[in-house]
């Protein structure tokens, strides 16, 4: 308590120097006075009297000195005047110090800019209580490695399991509400009664759902989201016991969930009610459409749990070999699940932003090291005059540290912009599946994480000339125009430092050119159609008008043959899920003539019109197309696709073969009449699966996705689409107006390629500038350094070309083992980041070598301008020059 | 100035000091030196240099504290004084300090069996 006293007064000491100093010099004139007037009294003569007096005092300075210590804390004092003198020098060398804290500071901002998504994507938890205890439960197959459930199994595995608190299934739906302007299609959520309890959801207003909602036939009930209250609803309390009208028919509302409830698997629903349990999907224990998502019981883990349900599910497996053969569980942390996806990409984004900050830092500090090596005589000067070692040290570290400090606040503060920025650039669709998203933010991680950059690049800067400092021998610095060790030390240890900022600069543009290939890739699979000249709407009807197979045929009639009527349109069509979407909504299916072994037989199913294939543009392998009038009054047909033809009827023709369900059950029955080339139905980067389709007459539904190809440009007619379709009937909802071209661009596989090869590409940019003036720096440093040299040798008669030989071989050996060191860098990179690359290998040759072009080029550009100089130097005034 | 004088113990100023202002009330450096060498039978030394660093180190604590004033010659000087938390430190360090003699003074008796 005391000492802390005492230190708290020595800190004001600080402050107030004048008056403490005139107060001590008085008390020393009082206590001098009296010393001499006591020796005089004593008989001592004047003289003498006050020279006694001032040896007894031992000196006044000394006094002086040892009272000013000790009234306040000199460490301080010495800290304060290092800070005073380092703003000083730097504001004194006002293009070294923007250089080096604009370069830091672009660093530090594209770290922390990407931290700050990483830190809200794979560190923050969910938003929801007790997340770590939240997992996903998924079916898990040979083809599917996370399938849906279907609601039979989820039924035992609620019954069986042993691990779960609570397990809840939930799977997206829509609903036809009255609009404005006709019948919007809106967003809905299924899910079993306990879904909200086991998110740990508290309601806002009414009630949650119950088991006593669940039963068929009992009056239907619906939670609405936040938003949907307030927008349809206009928040009203009174909304609560209201009947609303949903797909034509009457539900309740019961409650109204709360505002910040985001649940990111179905971002968009705004309606929730009860699962669908009599339909034929909810009572075959084949048809997978739920997802599941659980509560683990306290103390238990989920490798614990996992184990249980494979459990669960090697016994349904035994129970039900017909449906459930091959197929078990699993389980895995809800986040993950959920933020999985985007791990890799962030990983190498911060990767990347990594390397870029260390360019950046070995930069900024061969920038430090060329300020030291200017400043050597100044620092032999102060040490001859007597400053100790750790001073002078400490003067380079106290520089270090302001300029640290300073550009990872800078940094820091573009890290706003730059976060708000790369948000902007997330198409809104997409971002909703970002749930992380709306936690993004300068939180205290991710300005800790500045605080330990800052540091880390103090420690480098201090460290460096430190380094320097102590190789080079004080001594040699008075010395006029030595270029002894220490100039030659400090050239080798640049060198490196630029071959490592090349390595660098390597890595990050053999990973933009590699991440551009494979979108380029992408961008080019063959689709087997034309995606040029194609316009796209989903359409959904109300079941209770449109629901019987004549209803869904008529409208599927009406709505084509009015939009193959509109100006500029070709031809119209219609599938149950458009191309480039998804591999999925599969049947199982079983070949008649072939052994059969009880496995499944897995097959995307897609029910089109009888224009579908002319309209998108695929090709008839053989066989031919389906025409309007096969509807069910006639036998089944069926198109498969090639892959599907070459692997279960190899060097066979699949023509008027017969496939059926697993039983082959007579009307099951359907006769193969064509084979198109493959349509690439799942997303961009999915393999080819085999696939069947149907004529749409002849498996209908009130729900179908409509694809028109145009005569002009696609996007004209994209309004016309949803207009023309409420023209025919206003109860009939539409949504997701868009071109083919556009939905395959906006997929996201395509974005996520996209943005990767940007981002990538933009950090190796940064890096391949740096890298190049870091390479002129150190190629300007020792041309200087070796003026006389040159001057030497062209006064001996070296020619103009043999000086820029020598300097443009430096510059060249240096880039050559920058770019030999990256390439490898390069390919270790590419190796680890294989999954997210598409259709190129790590090493791929092209890429590496015009990436190498490109470094290698830009290297000699960087080394001409001082070759330049260097032999332009006039013999005569670079010998007179020291 | 003997050459034969002790300088003072580490640590033992602060306690001197303490006590002499008790002893004496109000006094300026000065007098708190002279006081110490007399008390000591001259037997110490006390250097300025030591004294001062010593008397703001003891302020700094709070356990004296200093004013302007005139000393008895009619010079302005400055006055230190005890305060109570300065009382308080005296009769702590005073206690160990004893204790502390106390001790080493056992020690340093002749031992008196030998066997």
């Known amino acids: ?882 | 100035m003997g050459e034969s004088k002790t300088d003072v113990w580490q640590g033992t100023l602060a306690l001197m000091v303490l006590r002499t202002l008790e002893a004496m009330g109000p006094q300026h450096g000065y007098g708190i030196a002279r006081r110490i060498e007399q008390t000591s039978g001259s037997q110490l030394s006390l250097n300025y240099g030591t004294l001062y660093p010593a008397l703001l180190k003891l302020e700094q604590e709070g356990a004296i504290a200093s004013e302007w004033g005139v000393s008895e010659n009619n010079r302005k000087a400055k006055f230190y004084r005890l305060t109570p938390a300065g009382r308080k430190q005296l009769e702590r360090e005073a206690r160990d300090w004893r204790q502390a003699q106390a001790i080493l003074a056992r020690f340093l008796e002749p031992t008196e069996d030998a066997s």
């Open chain 1, 1 to 882: 308590m005391r000492i802390l006293r005492a230190w708290a007064i020595r800190l004001l000491g600080l402050f107030g120097k004048q008056r403490r100093e005139a107060d001590m010099a008085a008390e020393i004139d009082s206590l001098l006075d009296m010393h001499t007037a006591d020796n005089l009294r004593s008989g001592m003569p004047q003289e003498q009297a006050r020279r006694a007096a001032l040896l007894k005092l031992g000196g006044t300075e000394a006094l002086k000195e040892a009272y000013r210590e000790r009234s306040t804390a000199p460490v301080i004092e010495h800290l304060m005047r290092d800070f005073r003198f380092a703003f000083r020098q730097l504001a004194k060398s006002p293009g070294f110090t923007a250089t080096a804290g604009l370069v830091l500071a672009l660093g530090v901002c594209a770290s922390l800019a990407i931290f700050a998504f990483v830190d809200a994507a794979l560190i923050q938890p969910l938003p929801y209580p007790d997340p770590a205890r939240l997992v996903q439960v998924t079916e898990t197959s040979a083809e599917f490695r996370d399938a849906n459930i279907s609601l039979p199994n989820y039924h035992d595995w609620k019954r069986m399991n042993t691990v779960f608190r609570s397990l809840d299934v939930f799977t997206g739906s829509g609903f036809l509400v009255d609009g404005p302007t006709g019948a919007e299609p809106a967003r809905a959520g299924r899910v079993s009664s306990g879904f909200f309890r086991t998110l740990g959801i508290k309601l806002l207003l009414g009630r949650d759902l119950t088991e006593a909602d669940e039963p068929p036939g009992g009056p239907h009930v619906v939670l609405l989201t936040y938003g949907a209250w307030r927008q349809r609803y206009g928040g009203r309390f009174d909304v609560i016991g209201r009947a609303v009208r949903l797909s034509g028919e009457v539900y309740t509302v019961i409650g109204v969930l709360p505002e910040d409830f985001h649940f990111p698997p179905m971002p968009r629903a705004e309606f929730w009610t009860t699962l669908d349990s009599t339909g034929e999907c909810a009572t075959r224990r084949s048809c997978h459409n739920l997802d599941a998502v659980a509560r683990l019981k306290d103390g238990v883990s989920v490798a614990a749990a996992d184990a249980d349900m494979k459990t669960v599910a090697h016994e349904l497996e035994r129970e039900y070999p017909d449906s459930n053969r091959g197929y078990s569980a699993s389980v895995i942390p809800e986040a993950e699940a959920l933020n999985g996806p985007f791990r890799p990409i962030l990983m190498v984004l911060m990767a990347g932003a990594g390397l870029l900050l260390l360019i950046a830092c070995v930069n900024v500090a061969s920038l430090v090291l060329l300020r030291a090596e200017g400043r050597r005589r100044e620092m032999a000067v102060r040490s001859a005059l007597g400053a100790s070692m750790p001073r002078l040290l400490s003067q380079f570290a106290t520089e270090a540290v302001v300029l640290a400090a300073a550009a990872s606040a800078l940094g820091l503060l573009l890290t706003r912009w730059a976060t708000a920025g790369l948000k902007a650039l997330i198409p809104a669709d997409m971002a909703l599946q970002m749930p992380f998203l709306l936690k993004l933010g300068l939180n205290s991680r991710v300005i800790a994480v500045a605080a330990l950059l800052a540091l880390l690049a103090a420690a480098i800067f201090a460290l460096t000339p430190a380094l320097h400092l102590v190789l080079s021998r004080m001594s040699e610095g008075l010395t006029e125009g030595s270029r002894g060790s220490a100039g030659r030390a400090w050239r080798r240890l640049g060198s490196r430092l630029v071959v490592a900022e090349l390595a660098v600069a390597m890595v990050l543009l053999a990973g933009a050119g590699l991440f551009e290939k494979s979108l380029y890739r992408l961008l080019h699979v063959d689709l087997g159609f034309q995606p040029d000249h194609l316009a796209t709407i989903v359409v959904g009807a109300p079941n209770v008008h449109y629901g019987s197979n004549q209803q869904s045929i008529a409208l599927a009639r009406e709505v084509v043959r009015k939009l193959d009527s509109l100006p500029g349109v070709r031809s119209a069509a219609l599938t149950s899920v458009l191309p480039v979407s998804f591999n999925g909504n599969t049947d199982w299916i079983r070949i008649v003539g072939k052994p059969y072994h009880g496995g499944h037989i897995e097959v995307n199913e897609r029910d089109v019109s009888s224009d579908f294939f002319r309209t998108i543009g695929a090709k008839l392998v053989r066989g031919r197309y389906f025409s309007d009038g096969e509807d069910l009054s006639q036998p089944k047909v069926v198109i498969v696709n090639q892959t599907l033809a070459n692997k279960y009827f190899p060097g066979e023709d699949p023509i008027g073969r017969q496939i059926g369900d697993k039983k082959l059950s007579p009307k099951s029955l359907k006769t193969i009449i064509g084979v198109v080339d493959d349509i690439h139905e799942g997303a961009l980067d999915s393999p080819m699966w085999p696939a069947e389709y149907h004529p749409f007459n002849q498996d209908p539904g009130p729900y179908f996705e409509v694809v028109v190809r145009t005569s002009q440009k696609p996007e004209a007619v994209l309004p016309e689409l949803g207009r023309a379709i409420h023209q025919l009937h206003s109860d009939v909802g539409t949504m997701g107006e868009a071109t083919m071209e556009g939905r395959i661009a906006d997929s996201m596989t395509a974005w996520l390629h996209r943005s990767a090869a940007w981002l990538v590409g933009a950090f190796a940019v940064a890096a391949l500038l740096l890298g190049v003036v870091g390479l002129y720096g150190v190629i300007a440093y020792s041309v200087s350094q070796r003026t006389r040299e040159i001057g030497v040798r062209m006064a001996l008669g070296a020619q103009q070309r043999a000086v820029y030989q020598m300097i443009l071989r430096d510059g060249g050996r240096l880039a050559l083992f920058g770019i030999a060191l990256g390439a490898a860098g390069a390919v270790i990179a590419g190796t680890l980041a294989q999954s997210l690359l598409f259709g190129v290998r790590s090493w791929d040759v092209e890429t590496l070598l015009a990436v190498a072009g490109i470094l290698g080029t830009a290297a000699l550009l960087a080394s001409f301008a001082p070759a330049r100089r260097a032999a332009s130097t006039n013999p005569c005034d670079a010998l007179r020059m020291e």
